[in-house]
């Protein structure tokens, strides 16, 4: 009992560390604003995780796995590089092109988790949800009034979300084989807004001066994940994960922004996947996501709608909702040595009528290509590495200003992480 006190306070110091971390550096995820995986194996294998259990991140992705991973800790940080560009042509002195300038983000993540005899287990995930974040020169477009940003305001244009989630959770098993859990979803976001000064206008906004350039605002909010996982045989195993939306307090300071007042809550999501061993040391495994950034009007309102900003049916992103699929491979390929490899295919959610605006959000990734590996450290402790690499995609269409605009992106990551059993 001593060991487990003391297993909890610590876990609870790397979660507060975890948390502050996540709070300081935000990043553009690669799924929409959703991560491509959640833990370092999951990253190392395209990001399937649903049927898998050899990590402690289940708050993140399926609460059932716990029950099957055993007594761990798991701390992981990964090196995030999204390059992002903007283009507008056939617009005349409107015409240029700009680039984010900030290209490298840090990523923390940590999972605990403790079995309790044969059929309980309690855990903690803190994780980030993924975010938005560009920053980009003034540049030189003229929009009537001398230099200007993209968006015809003043100064840096850009937007900062970050969205981080402390899951407690808890898991137990069924006849064995089979097992069920349960996540609450503690959701705390911050954003801000800088250089739309052309939309924060009584004409263009419900709530002028509640549109950019106020630094950053904060929310918070709850929701539930639940999952299922079963062992079928020695071989197979089926899992599936359901999160509903985490409904989040609205942005005040950008009430004049946010459709609904400054609402922006993370979306439902759920997930199924298998995982198979065709032969001794070997594991296949797939996952198919469904993210449904509609329930979110800041979100998938379309940007083209002749009504205030800040209204409920006011301009949003306009974005779709997504499948993703997910497939990995493991090899064990010595004792100690574990090797993966995998592919993420998510759909683009950003439409060519809804360009302008996505400027700020240029979500656009599709493919994800991944490699990763463990190694063991003894009885008990591991180290695991990942490597993504996003070749760049881009969108096309009509902007609202004049001419026609292109955005466009590339990603890179790399990932480490100690784990330790016990």
């Known amino acids: 009992m001593k060991t487990c006190k003391t297993s909890l306070r610590t876990t609870a110091r790397g979660a507060a560390l975890a948390a502050a971390l996540g709070c300081a550096l935000p990043a553009l995820a690669t799924n929409g604003y959703f991560p491509h995986g959640y833990g370092i194996k999951a990253k190392g294998m395209g990001g399937v995780s649903t049927a898998t259990a050899d990590d402690a991140?289940?708050?993140?992705?399926?609460?059932?796995?716990?029950?099957?991973?055993?007594?761990?800790?798991?701390?992981?940080?990964?090196?995030?590089?999204?390059?992002?560009?903007?283009?507008?042509?056939?617009?005349?002195?409107?015409?240029?092109?700009?680039?984010?300038?900030?290209?490298?983000?840090?990523?923390?993540?940590?999972?605990?988790?403790?079995?309790?005899?044969?059929?309980?287990?309690?855990?903690?995930?803190?994780?980030?949800n993924g975010g938005m974040n560009t920053t980009y020169p003034q540049g030189s477009f003229d929009c009537g009034g001398g230099p200007a940003n993209a968006m015809c305001g003043g100064g840096k244009l850009g937007v900062d979300l970050m969205q981080l989630v402390v899951a407690p959770t808890v898991a137990f098993k069924l006849a064995g084989r089979h097992a069920l859990g349960a996540s609450l979803l503690l959701g705390y976001q911050r954003f801000k807004a800088e250089g739309l000064q052309a939309f924060d206008t009584p004409m263009a906004s419900r709530a002028p001066g509640s549109v950019t350039n106020n630094g950053y605002d904060d929310a918070s909010g709850a929701g539930l994940r639940i999952g299922y996982l079963g062992r079928l045989s020695d071989a197979f195993s089926l899992g599936a994960a359901y999160s509903s939306k985490v409904d989040m307090s609205r942005f005040k300071k950008y009430a004049g922004l946010f459709a609904g007042q400054g609402d922006f809550d993370i979306p439902s999501n759920w997930n199924v996947g298998?995982?198979?061993?065709?032969?001794?040391?070997?594991?296949?495994?797939?996952?198919?996501?469904?993210?449904?950034?509609?329930?979110?009007?800041?979100?998938?309102n379309p940007s083209m709608v002749q009504v205030q900003l800040g209204e409920d049916g006011g301009p949003g992103f306009g974005w779709r909702d997504i499948g993703v699929f997910k497939i990995g491979l493991a090899w064990q390929a010595s004792p100690a040595l574990v090797v993966r490899a995998g592919y993420n295919r998510g759909d683009n959610p950003i439409r060519a009528s809804d360009v302008t605006f996505n400027i700020l959000a240029p979500g656009v990734m599709t493919d994800h290509y991944t490699l990763g590996f463990t190694y063991a450290l003894g009885a008990s402790g591991e180290i695991s590495g990942a490597a993504m690499v996003a070749p760049r995609q881009t969108v096309t269409g009509a902007s609202m200003f004049a001419g026609t605009e292109t955005i466009g992106m590339r990603q890179y990551s790399l990932s480490l992480g100690w784990s330790m059993k016990f």
């Open 274 to 300: 298998v995982a198979f061993t065709p032969a001794p040391g070997w594991t296949l495994a797939a996952d198919y996501q469904r993210i449904n950034y509609s329930d979110v009007r800041s979100v998938s």
């Open 57 to 128: 991140l289940g708050g993140a992705t399926n609460p059932a796995k716990m029950a099957f991973a055993g007594s761990r800790l798991d701390l992981g940080l990964e090196w995030f590089s999204p390059r992002r560009d903007a283009e507008r042509t056939g617009a005349g002195p409107l015409s240029g092109k700009v680039t984010s300038e900030k290209e490298t983000f840090w990523v923390p993540e940590l999972g605990y988790n403790r079995a309790l005899g044969d059929t309980w287990a309690v855990g903690l995930t803190v994780y980030g």
